[in-house]
């Protein structure tokens, strides 16, 4: 799978579970932005196994 691919899954995928939690469960943003985080911690630790921790 390419990079793009797994950066776009990382990201959107946390996203979404967070809407979905906040509308289950009444909470406006509050599981929007921890799928945010937790979907930019995804995306550098997709980064990092594949480039950084290869190539250095």
Same mark, same amino acid.
């Given at each position: ?9 990382? /990201? /959107? ?34 980064? #990092?196994?594949? #480039?950084?921790?290869? #190539?250095?």
């Amino acid at each position: 799978m390419g990079l793009g691919a797994l950066l776009a899954g990382a /990201v /959107v995928a946390p996203i979404l579970l967070g809407i979905v939690l906040d509308g289950a469960l009444r909470t406006s943003p509050v599981f929007l932005f921890a799928g945010l985080l937790v979907g930019i911690a995804a995306s550098v630790a997709v980064v #990092y196994v594949r #480039y950084v921790k290869r #190539y250095w």
